[in-house]
């Protein structure tokens, strides 16, 4: 039985998490709506993962619809359901909460602190409670749905990482990306950077400054992931 991801653009990647499921033993079954790819059955499925993407919430896109289906049935299953960035949003969307456009882009690395409720969350064990991490968005979630709990914010962006139910997690920081998807993402991105009042060598600067301390930590969350969210009984029966 595969895990789920969806993708929703060709630089979109599921990073550092997708190697460490694979390490893990899963098996990735990844699908792009965008391209026109179908929506499997959840029966045949261990968990979901939406990625992010350049497109927003609100947004009309064909696919979308169908994503927050699948994304609002696999919470109802108890099926362990992670979300990064526009996945964070989409999901946040899907259960009942809402996503508006920011003031200011959030680009480049930011602080992320943990709030208590974070510091004893087991899928955050390890984590700094402070740490600088990856962000390359204009839209946050500003309003969490009914059953979801706060984790961990930033200065510009309350919703940084949030948890609903027993095994649905959102991050709307790039946690998964190495640092040539970091690259990628500067590619092209200068106008969003600038309208974050940076500009693209202050985000090349703080990648030589950052990465390393980011990479261990992702790493560690990664980790975390693939083997306190997903039941023990679904590993060996797969």
Request: with cysteine; net charge negative.
């Amino acid at each position: 039985m595969p895990i789920l991801v969806f993708q929703h653009g060709p630089h979109v990647l599921p990073g550092r998490l997708g190697a460490t499921l694979r390490d893990h033993g899963f098996a990735l079954d990844i699908r792009r709506l965008d391209l026109g790819h179908p929506v499997p059955d959840l029966d045949g499925v261990q968990g979901v993962v939406s990625l992010g993407g350049e497109q927003n919430v609100g947004e009309s896109h064909p696919w979308m619809e169908a994503e927050l289906a699948c994304l609002r049935e696999a919470h109802a299953r108890q099926l362990p359901l992670i979300g990064i960035c526009l996945g964070h949003q989409l999901i946040a969307h899907a259960l009942g909460g809402e996503v508006a456009p920011m003031k200011a882009n959030e680009w480049g690395f930011t602080r992320v602190s943990i709030n208590p409720t974070g510091q004893i969350e087991p899928m955050l064990a390890g984590i700094a409670w402070d740490s600088m991490q990856f962000q390359a968005h204009g839209q946050e979630v500003t309003r969490l749905p009914e059953d979801a709990t706060l984790l961990a914010s930033s200065a510009a962006c309350r919703v940084q990482a949030f948890r609903a139910g027993l095994r649905t997690f959102g991050f709307q920081y790039h946690f998964e990306c190495d640092r040539a998807m970091i690259e990628e993402f500067m590619k092209g991105s200068e106008d969003s950077i600038r309208r974050a009042g940076l500009m693209p060598a202050d985000v090349t600067a703080q990648l030589e400054r950052h990465y390393a301390e980011f990479a261990r930590l992702a790493d560690r969350l990664c980790v975390n992931l693939a083997t306190y969210l997903f039941p023990l009984r679904r590993r060996l029966a797969s």
